[in-house]
C-alpha cells in the first residue's frame, strides 16, 4: 500500500466527514456543558446565563471530593481486575483452535448486547437471599443459611468487571493474535517453565496494549451510573449518579455540568499521566 | 399503575408529544371547539384517552387533542419558554405541586374563576392550588398515596405506624425512595415524631427532622429510584418492608403476591396533580368547561376505578364503595407534603439529604 501524506485539498475530503460528526456530536454539546456550568442556579427556577464559579465551589467540598475519589478508585479496580482475569484468559484463547476461538467470541459479544439494566437486575437476583446463588451453597451443605450479597462493594465490583470484560478481551485480542509466538518458544527453548515465559515475555511485550486497555476500561468505568445504585448501598454511588441526580432530578443544569466538566478533566488529567509514564519508562 | 406511568413518563415526553401533535390536527379540523391538554405521557395517557376524553368530547363538543408530557420539570421550562413567544403547546397541562409554585413565580398560569367551574365546590381545599394573593392557580386533577408496605410472608400482622421504620428489629429490611423531594420522609418524621409537617417551618426543625430520619439509615437495605427494583423485591420478601404506591400494590396483592399496604394511624402520604391554564393559551373558556367536567364527583369516581387514583372532591359526594374507596384513599387524614420547600429551599434540602444518605 501506498503510504504519503495528503497533498492535495481532495486528499484531506475523506476528513471532512468524521471531522464534522466530531464537532456537531463532540465538541459542540461539551462547549455548551462547560458554558452552563458557569451559569447562575436559580431556586425554585431554572438558570440564567451568568459568569460565576458557584458552582464549581459547591464541588470543592469534603464531602464530593470523597464522592469522586470513590468513583475514581472503583474505576481504577474495576480497570485492574478486568486485565488481570483478561490478559491470561485471551492468551489462552489465542493458542486454541480457530473453531472454539470464534464460540467464545461470540458468547462474549452476546454479553454486550446486554443492557446496564438487564446485567444489574440479573446480578441482583443472583446475590439475592431468596433466589440467590447461596441457596445453591446450602443445598451443597456448605452455608448453614442462605444470605444476601447485595447490596455491597463485592457486587458492585463484579457487576462492573462483568460488563467490562467482554471489552477488554476484545481490546486485548488482536494484539495476542499477532504477538510472535517464537517468542515464546525461544523463552521455553531456553528453560523457562510456561508461567515464567508468560510473565517475563509476554507480559513486558505487551506493556502499551495493557496500559491502553487499563484506560480504556477505567474510562468505560467512570461513566457507570446504574450498577452501584441497582448493587450497592448509597455510599458505592459514584460521582455520575450524583450528576444524574442534580441533572434529572433537582433539574439543576449548572451544578450538574460542572460536576461533569472536572470529572473529566480529573480523568484526562489522570490519562496523561498515565501516559507520560508509560514513555518515561520506555525511555529508561 | 403510577409505577409504569411514572417511569413511561420520564421515557416517553417530548418525542410523543411532538408525534402526538403531527398526528391529530386532522382529526381536529372537523370538531369547531377544541383543547389541547397536556397529561403525563404513558399510562396516565392511555387511560385519559381511553376513558375520560372521548366522553368529555361527547358531552360537551369539544375535542381533546391529548399531549404527552414528560414528568420532571421538563414540560414546565417548555411550556414557560413557550409562553413567552406567545405560544402554548398545551391549553391546559396536568402539574405537579412543585411545578405549579415554580410556575406561580412567572405568572405562567391564568387564574381560574370558580364562579365557571361550579363543581370546584365538591373539591377538598388541599386540591386548590393559590396565588399568594389568593387567585386560583391550579384545580386538583388527581392524587395518589404513597403508604406503607409489607411482605405478608414476612410480617404476619400488618405494621399501624410509620415508626416501624425506626424500629431496630427491622435492621437492613427497608425499601426506601432515594430522593428528598419524592419519598416525603422528612414530612413522615415531623408528623409521626414532631406533631406534624409545621415543625418544618424553621431550619431547626428541618435539622431535628434530619437527625431523627438518621436513625432510620441502618434499616435500609435499599434506596431506590426505580420503582420495578423495590417492587420486585417486596413481593419476594428479599426487601419485605418500605415505602411504596398504595394503588400499585393494591394491584399486586389482587394479583396474589403477599404484599400488603397500610395507611399507618400518622396517615399514607398523599401526591398529587393539578389542572393549570397556560397564560398563553386563547382557549380560557373551553379550559373551564374541561376543569369543571373533570371535578365532577362521577368523573372523579370514574378515575379511582379506572386509573387507580384518589378522588380529589370529597369522598360524600362520590358513589364509591368502601371497597373502591379503600383501593385508592383513606379517611385517615394524609400526610400533605411541604412542597414550598422543595421550591424555596431545594438546594440546601438535597444537598443535607445527600449527605445523610451517602455519607
Redesign the interface.
Known sequence: MRREPPQSLGDYLPLLFPAAMLTIFFVVPFGTMIAVSFFQ?Q????YTPAFVFDNYA?FLSV?FGG?LGFSLMLAIIVAICCVVLALPFTYMLTRMARKVQVVWLVALLSILSLSEVIIG?AW?TLF????GITNILVALGIMEQAK?LT?SFGAVLTGMVYQAFPYTVLVLFPALVRLDPTLTEAARTLGASPLRAFFTVVVPALRNTITATLIMVFIFALGSYLLP??LG???H?TLSV?IT??A?????MPFAAAMAVFLVLVTLGLVALTVIAGRKGEAA | MITTSIKRRTLLGAGLAGASMLAMPSILRAQDKSLKVGVYGGYFKDSFDKNIFPEFTKATGIAVESIAEPTGEAWLVQLEQAARAGQAPADVSMMSQVAMLKGQSTDLWTPLDTAKIKNASNLLDRFVNKYPDGRIAGIGAVSWYITLVTNTDVYKEAPTSWTAFWDPANADKLGLLALVSNSFLLEVTAKTFFGGTNALDTEEGLLKAFDKLAEVKPNVRLWYRDEAQFEQSLKSGEIPMGQYYHDVTGLAAADGHPVRSTFPKEGGIQDSGCWALSRASQKSEEAHIFIDYMCQPSIQATLSRKVGTSPTVKREVTDLTDKEFAAVSSDIEPIVPRYDLYQTKSDWLNQKWTELIVG
Do not use: E
Request: hydrophobic fraction near 35%.
Open positions: 442556579r431556586q425554585g427556577g431554572f459547591r464531602f464522592v437486575f441482583s439475592s437471599r431468596t433466589a444476601a447490596p445504585q441497582l448501598r448509597p455510599q454511588w450524583l441526580d442534580q434529572i432530578y433537582q433539574s439543576n
